[in-house]
C-alpha cells in the first residue's frame, strides 16, 4: 500500500507536468491543426532560462519561472512567424516535416552552444518532506509545488480561455477561421498569441522538471514533448479539459508501471497506450467521433 501511495503520488507530479505540456500541443492544434513537434525544445529553452536565471544572476525561483515563460513566448511566436506561417496555406505534411525539422535545429542548437552534458539545477525552492497517515504518505514540498502552480496555470488558461476577448477570438478561429476573418478577428494575431501562450506553459513545465529531476540538458525535452503529445492525444487533441486528464492518467500510469513492474518499460507502456487509443478510440477519451460528409 505505501508503494501504491507512493507511485500515485509521482505519477500525479510526473502528470502535472505532462498535461503543462499537452495544453500547448492542444491549444496549437486546436488553432490550426498542426502538431508542433518542437515544442517540447521549446520546454529545454525554457528549463535553461530558468537554469541561468537561478545559477548566474541568483534569481529568485518565481521571477527566474516568470523570465523563462517570457522568453519561451518570444521563441514560440518566432517559430510561428517563420517556420509554420509561409506554410499555412500548404498541406499538413509540409508544416509537420518543418515542425519536425525545428524540432532537430533547436535539439542540436542546444549541444552545440550549452554542450551535452547533464547540469545541475539549483535547489531554489526548499526541499522538505511531509508524511501523513503514520508515515504511509510521503510528500515532498517539490511534489506540492508541481502540483499547486499546475493547478494555478491551468485556471488561468481557462480564464483566458472562457472570460476574455482574446479566448473568444480563439474559440472562434478554432471553429471557422474565415467566419472569424470576416468577423473582424485578426487571425494571425490570434495564432501567435496561441503559440505564446501554449509556449509559456511548456516554459513553465521546463522549470519544474529541472527542478524536481535537480539536471538540465539539451535533449531533455524531447522525451517528454512525446509523450505529452500522448496524453494530448489520449485526451482527445485539440481539447483542453482532454490535455488535462490525459497527462495526469499518463503520468500515473508510467508511476506505476515503474514502482510495480520495471523503470525499463514504461516508456513502451507509455507508446502502447498511443497504440491501443489510436485503435479503440482516435478521438480519444473526451473527444467525439464525428462522420465526415462526401
Known amino acids: 500500500m505505501d508503494l501504491f501511495f507512493a ?19 492542444t491549444m496549437v492544434y486546436g488553432i490550426i491543426q498542426l502538431i508542433n513537434f518542437a515544442h517540447g525544445e521549446i520546454l529545454m529553452v525554457g528549463a535553461f532560462v530558468g537554469f541561468f536565471a537561478i545559477a548566474k544572476y541568483d534569481m529568485n525561483f518565481f521571477v527566474a519561472m516568470l523570465l523563462a515563460m517570457l522568453v519561451s513566448a518570444i521563441l514560440g511566436v518566432i517559430i510561428e512567424r517563420v517556420a509554420y506561417k509561409p506554410l499555412r496555406n ?17 535539439q ?33 514540498s517539490y511534489q506540492i509545488l508541481i502540483l499547486v502552480v499546475t493547478i494555478l496555470m491551468m485556471l488561468i488558461l481557462n480564464y483566458i480561455v472562457s472570460h476574455t476577448k482574446t479566448g473568444k477570438a480563439m474559440r472562434a478561429v478554432s471553429y471557422d477561421k474565415d467566419a472569424a476573418l470576416m468577423m473582424g478577428i485578426n487571425v494571425d494575431t490570434i495564432i501567435s498569441t496561441t503559440f505564446a501562450i501554449g509556449s509559456a506553459f511548456a516554459a513553465v513545465a521546463g522549470v519544474l522538471l529541472g527542478l524536481y529531476y535537480q539536471t538540465v540538458q539539451p535533449l531533455m525535452g524531447f522525451m517528454p514533448g512525446l509523450k505529452a503529445f500522448v496524453a494530448a492525444v489520449l485526451g482527445g487533441i485539440g481539447i483542453i479539459p482532454g490535455a488535462m486528464a490525459g497527462g495526469f492518467l499518463l503520468g500515473i500510469i508510467e ?31 473526451f473527444g467525439k467521433d464525428t462522420g465526415e460528409k462526401v
Open 7 to 25: 507511485q500515485l503520488i509521482n505519477g500525479i507530479s510526473l502528470g502535472s507536468i505532462y498535461a503543462l505540456i499537452a495544453l500547448g500541443y
Open 108 to 140: 542540436n542548437g542546444g549541444l552545440y552552444v550549452l554542450g551535452a552534458n547533464y547540469q545541475s539545477f539549483p535547489q531554489a525552492f526548499p526541499k522538505k518532506t511531509f508524511q501523513f497517515l503514520d508515515g504511509m504518505i510521503t510528500i515532498t
Open 90 to 106: 500548404s498541406g499538413r505534411l509540409a508544416a509537420l516535416i518543418t515542425a519536425i525539422g525545428v524540432s532537430l535545429f533547436l
Open 255 to 285: 508511476a506505476l508501471v515503474s514502482g510495480y513492474w520495471s523503470t525499463n518499460y514504461r516508456d513502451v507502456v507509455v507508446f502502447l497506450v498511443l497504440i491501443i487509443i489510436l485503435i479503440v478510440k482516435p478521438s480519444g477519451l
